[in-house]
C-alpha cells in the first residue's frame, strides 16, 4: 500500500497553519472504565459539529498508560435511542487519512516510511470527510452529513494510538537496520495531525518536520514561520512495533470508554475501518474475541466482554503479496501477449481476476507494463522477497522487500499518470475528499470544545523510523487466520471497496475475500445491491455472515463518494441483514447470493479527468464527477497554500516509462 500521504487530502495537507499554543483545559470531567482505566472527558457543546438539537456528543481522553492519552470524540445516534442503540468505533488506517504519494524522496532504506506513519488511525478524516455528522466548507463552516453513520448507531472516533507509541518501536532487541532518514513531507502531515498526545510540551516544527522544544509559550522570532504551538513530547520507549503489538492499546481504549460510559455500550459493538485497517479490522478483533474468551473463562478479571457483533473493511490492505500483484493487475491493458509473456502470466494472480481497472484506462505502454511484470515476478524481485519476508519474518528481509515493491511496482503510476492512487479519475493535487476540516481543527474555539490538550499538528517526525524498519507493510500478520476466527465465530464480516482505487484496489480485495475460503463463498455470485434510490451503485457476493461488495464510481473513501449506498450498507450489516437488499437474516444461516462468478460492469472513461480540479471544487454525488467550475478560479484555503512549494521528487530506478 502506498505508504505516502496522498492525494486525496491534498487540500487539507498543509501543516497546522492555525497552531498556537494551547492552554490545558480545566473543564474535563474525571471517570474511570473498566480495569480502572482512566478517562477525561466533557461534554461537546451543541453546534461543534453534531448539528442536530438534543444529540449529544462527549470527547476526551481514554489514558491507557501514564505516557498514552488516546483521544476520542463521542456522537449519539440520531434516529435511535442512544440507550439502546449498538456502538459502532470508527479508525482510519490509512489514506483517506493515509492516502499516500511520494513528493520527495527518503534517503534511506525505507522510501516507504510514510506508510509506517499511516498506521496510526486519523480518526478526523473519517469523521469529516466520510461519514461523521458533518463535514467542513471553503469557509470553514461546518455542514451537516444527512448520510452520517450516528444515524443508525452510536459513534466513536478513535484517533488511536497516542504518538504512535503502541506501534512503533520495540525494546525486544530485534534488529532494526536502522539509517537515517529524511522524512517525507505527507509522511509529516500524517504525525502533524493527531489529538492524541504522550507529554504535551511547548515546541516549533522545523520545515523537515522535527520538534524542537521550548522553554516556554513564546515563539521566538527565527521561529515564527515554523508553526510555534502545543506538541506531543515524543516518547519512544516500551512500545511495540507491528499490528498484533498494537492490538491490546485498542482493547484498553474500548475498556475505558465502555466502563465509563456504560449507557452506551450495552448492546452490540461493531467496528469500522479501512485502508490499514485491512490489517487493523482482522488483528485487533480477533484479539477481542481472544479477550472474550479469557474473560468468559474467569482468567481477566474486572474486564467487560465485548459483544462483537460487526467488522466492516473498506478498501484493505490485506494480505501485500496479493496487493502487490493486484497493482500490476489494475493497470493491465486488454492486449494480446506474446506467448512468452503469456505462458509467465497463465499461473499467476494477474490473469485469475478481471484484467484492468474499470475505466479503460491504461497508464503504461506495452514495454513498462512487461518490464513491470518482471520486477513483480522476475528471479528475486517483489513476489520472491515478500514470500520470503513471510516465510521467515526477519525484519531487515520485510522492510527490503517492501521498499523494492513500492519502489518498483507501486510507485511507477504515480510518476508516469501524475493521477491519485486513491482515485485514479482525478489528477494530482485532487480536491476529493475536501481537506478544509484542518484549519477548523486548529481554531481555538473547536480546541475548547472538545478539550485538546496538543493542536491538531505535529509529533516527531523520529517516531515510525523502528516500525518501518520491521516492514510491517510486507507482511500478512496473520490476517486470513483471523478473518476465519472472526467467521466461525459468528461476527458477520464486510469487505468493500470503491474500484476506482488504485492503491488498495477491488481486484486485491476480491482476491483476499476469495482465499479467505470462507464456507460457501466460492459457489455464491455477484448480485446488484438495491438502495433507497433505485441506483445501482455496485454489486455484492456474500455467503452467510461474509460479503465482498465492489463499489462503482468510488475511490478510496467509499462514504465520500457513494454515501448513501455506504451507509444503507452500514445498516444492513449492524442490523444482520443482507448487504444486497437488507431484507434477509444472514447470520447462522444459509443465505448465499445467486449470480455471475466476476462483477463485469464497465465504467469507461466518461468521469477521468484530463485537468488538475480547482481548490474549491466539489463533488456532485449524482453523476459522479466535479460539478461545472470556472476554470479560472485560483482561490486558495490556507489548508493548500503550502503544498503550492512541494514538488515530486521520487523516481523510480528504470527510465523508459511512457504515458500512452
Not at 478498501?315 to 496479493?322: A, E, I, K, Q, S
Not at 494472480?349 to 520486477?375: C, M
Not at 525484519?395 to 515493491?405: G, K, L, P, V
Request: net charge negative.
Amino acid at each position: 500500500m502506498s505508504l505516502l500521504f496522498g492525494a486525496s487530502l491534498l487540500g487539507a495537507l498543509a501543516g497546522p497553519s492555525l497552531a498556537q499554543f494551547i492552554p490545558a483545559p480545566t473543564d474535563l470531567n474525571a471517570s474511570k472504565g473498566y480495569l480502572d482505566i482512566p478517562l477525561r472527558w466533557k461534554l461537546v457543546p451543541e453546534g461543534t459539529c453534531e448539528l442536530t438539537p438534543g444529540v449529544k456528543s462527549y470527547s476526551g481522553y481514554v489514558d491507557i498508560h501514564e505516557d498514552q492519552h488516546i483521544f476520542f470524540w463521542f456522537f449519539e445516534a440520531r434516529n435511535e435511542d442512544p440507550k439502546k442503540a449498538p456502538l459502532t468505533v470508527w479508525i482510519n488506517g490509512g489514506p483517506g487519512s493515509s492516502s499516500m504519494i511520494p513528493p520527495v524522496s527518503l534517503s534511506s532504506a525505507n522510501p516507504r516510511l510514510g506508510y509506517l506513519l499511516m498506521l496510526p488511525p486519523l480518526a478526523f478524516s473519517g469523521l469529516f470527510q466520510e461519514l461523521g455528522p458533518c463535514g467542513v466548507n471553503k469557509d470553514g463552516e461546518v455542514y451537516y452529513n444527512p448520510y452520517a453513520w450516528n444515524n443508525a448507531s452510536n459513534m466513536i472516533f478513535i484517533d488511536h494510538p497516542a504518538q504512535m507509541n503502541e506501534l512503533l518501536l520495540s525494546r525486544t532487541g530485534t534488529n532494526l537496520g536502522m539509517k537515517h532518514y529524511t522524512v517525507n513531507f505527507f509522511v509529516l502531515w500524517l504525525l502533524k495531525h493527531r489529538f492524541s498526545y504522550s507529554k504535551p510540551i511547548p515546541g516549533y516544527t522545523t520545515e523537515s518536520g522535527h520538534i524542537v522544544r521550548l522553554p516556554n509559550n513564546t515563539c521566538p522570532d527565527y521561529a515564527a514561520d515554523l508553526d510555534c504551538g502545543t506538541y506531543s513530547y515524543p516518547n519512544e520507549t516500551d512500545t511495540a512495533n507491528s499490528t498484533v503489538n498494537a492490538a491490546p492499546s485498542m482493547w484498553r481504549t474500548l475498556q475505558g470508554f465502555m466502563g465509563a460510559f456504560p449507557e452506551y455500550s450495552r448492546n452490540e459493538f461493531n467496528f469500522a475501518t479501512e485502508s490499514y485497517g485491512g490489517h487493523y479490522g482482522p488483528i485487533f478483533n480477533d484479539y477481542i474475541e481472544k479477550q472474550n474468551d479469557l474473560i468468559a473463562a474467569g482468567r481477566l478479571k474486572d474486564a467487560h466482554q465485548i459483544n462483537l457483533l460487526t467488522v466492516l473493511i473498506g478498501n484493505g490492505w490485506y494480505d501485500p503479496l496479493v496487493q502487490y500483484e493486484a497493482y500490476y493487475n489494475f493497470t493491465l491493458r486488454s492486449i494480446h501477449y506474446n506467448n512468452s509473456l503469456r505462458h509467465k502470466l497463465i499461473n499467476s494472480f494477474a490473469l485469475q481476476v478481471y484484467p484492468g481497472n474499470t475505466y479503460d484506462y491504461s497508464p503504461y505502454n506495452t514495454s513498462t507494463q512487461a518490464q513491470i511484470y518482471n520486477a513483480m515476478y522476475g528471479k528475486g524481485n517483489c513476489y520472491d522477497q515478500t514470500v520470503d519476508c513471510n516465510t521467515r519474518g526477519i525484519n531487515s528481509i520485510c522492510s527490503a522487500a517492501d521498499i523494492f515493491c513500492a519502489d518498483q511496482i507501486e510507485y511507477p503510476f504515480d510518476t508516469v499518470t501524475g493521477r491519485d492512487e486513491y482515485d485514479i479519475r482525478e489528477l494530482m493535487p485532487d480536491r476529493f475528499p475536501y481537506g478544509f476540516y484542518v484549519d477548523y481543527l486548529n481554531t481555538p474555539k473547536l480546541q475548547k470544545a472538545i478539550g485538546a490538550y496538543v493542536n491538531f499538528s505535529e509529533s516527531n517526525s523520529a517516531v515510525g523510523k523502528a516500525f518501518g524498519s520491521t516492514g510491517d507493510d510486507d507482511r500478512e500478520e496473520g490476517v486470513y487466520a483471523a478473518l476465519r476466527r472472526l467467521i466461525k465465530k459468528g461476527v458477520y464480516l464486510v469487505q468493500f471497496a470503491g474500484d476506482a482505487d488504485y492503491n488498495c484496489n477491488w481486484l486485491g480485495g476480491q482476491q483476499v475475500s476469495k482465499n479467505v475460503k470462507a464456507p460457501g463463498f466460492s459457489s455464491a455470485g455477484y448480485v446488484n445491491i438495491s438502495t433507497s434510490d433505485h441506483v445501482v451503485h455496485g454489486q455484492v457476493k456474500q455467503s452467510a455472515n461474509f460479503a465482498f461488495a465492489r463499489i462503482y464510481e468510488s475511490g478510496h473513501e467509499v462514504p465520500f463518494y457513494q454515501p448513501l449506498l455506504a451507509l444503507e450498507m452500514f445498516e444492513r450489516a449492524i442490523s444482520g441483514k443482507d448487504i444486497a437488499t437488507g431484507k434477509e437474516s444472514c447470520i447462522h444461516s444459509d443465505y448465499k447470493t445467486v449470480g455471475t462468478a466476476e462483477s463485469t460492469y464497465r465504467e469507461g472513461n466518461a468521469t477521468i479527468q484530463a485537468k488538475v480540479l480547482p481548490v474549491n471544487a466539489t463533488n456532485n454525488m449524482t453523476t459522479n464527477m466535479p460539478n461545472p467550475f470556472n476554470s479560472t478560479s485560483n482561490s486558495t484555503s490556507s489548508s493548500t497554500k503550502k503544498l503550492k512549494n512541494k514538488k515530486r521528487m521520487f523516481k523510480p530506478s528504470y527510465k523508459d516509462l511512457t504515458y500512452t
